[in-house]
């Protein structure tokens, strides 16, 4: 009898497409022209065949006006060490790496790279993009970098026959992201972008890792499974993979689209019906009856009491105006602005002219979001984290910590499980901070647009974001003031109150949680404009933004005064 074979063993995957760096590297273009220096220089003349300094466009200086900080490029001859691994390359090769230099601690190694003037292949036709076996040709030289990042604990790494790059990043021991080559004459992004763009993740300590395993290990595992038989085993699991991403997609897109047509003609209906939903109640019923500019404030219907052309209440005390028996109503809120058509997906991701592979959710790690830049025409890639201070919100309204160009940002996420509200609240507040960018009273806007694909944890959705100024203070519900800074947050609010009514505009909703207080600058900071009304009654504020800065005895004494 014919004796079993034992079960193969499955082998470990150790490299993965870096999917997104190209837009990771257009994303933060603007961060990188900022290092003006930028030389292109010839270093290894020792070698026949760089004739030229444009065979090699490597950055010689990498300054960044903002810091004493200084990257600049050091190449040294390292011998490959003999050994079982590389027992027929003991010849010198060339490598470098970027040395960070400051005045108070002299440098350290950022990343590091091997730079041949030949392989025993032409490197371009190794594009993982195409198939993991084509990395089969560079099998000892990626051991080689692998092992001259374990030795100097870096995350980043790359290869280089000086006309065509690969850039390498370690994830951790056993997972390494490999990008596509990139070419001297590629122009989006371009080579020196790319070398800038290391130079970029790369600061602060965004360079060092120290494995927790021992390079044999790892270089042993690599060797082992970079064999034709498993990379061509690894290409056909991904595929099976993409297929069923792709499934998931079309399952996803088909729900939005049932979704958006059930909501439609449920507007249809009630438009039909001559129904008013109330979004603010939530409450349906006829419509209201036309208000009259005559009509009392106390019969309930909201009444318009006349423009004052001056800031009356600035000749009154404060006192005066925390004692008023009655304020103004509230005004009619603006009506919604109509609402597209929702777009099928693949449009977007065809339109963000970017790779339909960027988006591939077996790729996409964590908490990555894609934002559409309608206005410059490309797509921004955003790493996020949750917002402390945001606890218990839906996932569909979040607010994420996040950065846009190297600075501190705030992501505010409407998911499409809103339905035609998200892109209501959205269009509401760009609209209300496109008016108040320039009072000071809000953070700062960095871009406003619609995310093609986020992934919020290990959940997949679309919608709208808004990136703004990550702005230093607290909220008024986690604020402890003195007498004295009280005073000087009063006066702070009611200017602010009177730069947003000559705006012709009312806060939604005027909450302590809301209004942010910086004690350095003395400054006011009012958040979350989803909803706001057009201004109807003047200048004065009104009681419920009055309550914010009302001590809690106040409102007590104040609730004692009002008849029973």
Partial sequence: MKKTSPPKQTHRRYLYEWTDFETEVLSNISVIQRHRR???????????????????PSLADLSDPGSEEVAILRYSDFFTPLSSIWPQHGFPDLAFSTIQRSKASGSTN????????????DIRECNIRKGLSRLLPLKNTLAQVITYMYNYKLRYGFLSTYKTYIF?????????????????????????????????????????????????????????????????????????????????????????????????????????LGLVVSSRRGSTGPPPAPSSRNTSITSGVPGTLPVRKEPAFRQ????????????????????????????????????SGLPSHLFDLSQMEPNKVFVKDEARGITHTFKIQRCPESKGQDL??????????????VMKFFGDGLGWTALSMWQ?????????????????L????????????????????????????????????SPVERDEFQVAFLEAM?????????????????????????????LDWKEWWENEYGLEPHERELEIIMMRNERVRRSSLKPS
């Fill in 168 to 272: 390498i990043k370690r994830d951790d021991d056993f997972r390494y992201l490999i990008s596509v080559p990139i070419s001297a004459r590629q122009t989006r992004p371009t080579l020196r972008e790319c070398l800038g763009h290391l130079n970029y993740l790369t600061s602060g300590n965004g360079y060092f890792y120290d494995s927790i395993v021992d390079l044999g290990t790892i270089v042993s595992g690599l060797l082992q499974s970079m064999t034709l038989e498993n990379l061509r085993a690894d290409e056909r699991e991904q595929s099976l993979l993409d297929r069923e991403v792709a499934g998931q997609l079309d399952r996803v897109q088909n729900i939005l689209r049932n979704t958006e047509l059930r909501n439609s003609l449920s507007r249809s209906r009630r438009n039909s």
């Fill in 428 to 444: 509401q507040e760009c609209e209300a901070r496109d008016k108040l960018q320039r009072t000071n009273i809000i953070p700062e």
């Fill in 498 to 526: 009177i730069l947003v009514r000559k705006q012709n505009m009312i806060h939604g909703e005027p909450s302590r949680s809301n209004v942010m207080w910086n004690r350095d600058q003395q400054r006011v900071i009012l």
């Fill in 38 to 56: 930028l030389n292109s220089t010839s270093v290894a003349k020792r070698r026949q065949s760089v004739t030229s300094q444009a065979d090699f």
């Fill in 110 to 121: 950022r990343f590091i790279g091997e730079v041949k003037s030949a392989w025993e292949s």
């Fill in 316 to 351: 009154k005390s404060l006192g005066a105006i925390l004692e008023r028996k009655e304020s103004p109503p509230l005004p009619i809120r603006k009506p919604k602005p109509p609402i597209p058509e929702t777009r099928p997906l693949g449009h977007e991701i065809e339109k």
């Fill in 446 to 481: 960095y871009l406003a647009g619609e995310v093609i694909l986020g992934r919020f944890g290990y959940r997949t959705c679309r919608g709208f974001a808004i990136i703004m100024e990550r702005v230093e203070g607290e909220t008024l519900s986690n604020i402890q003031m």
């Fill in 396 to 409: 569909d309204r979040g607010v994420y910590y996040t950065t846009y160009t190297g600075r501190p940002a």
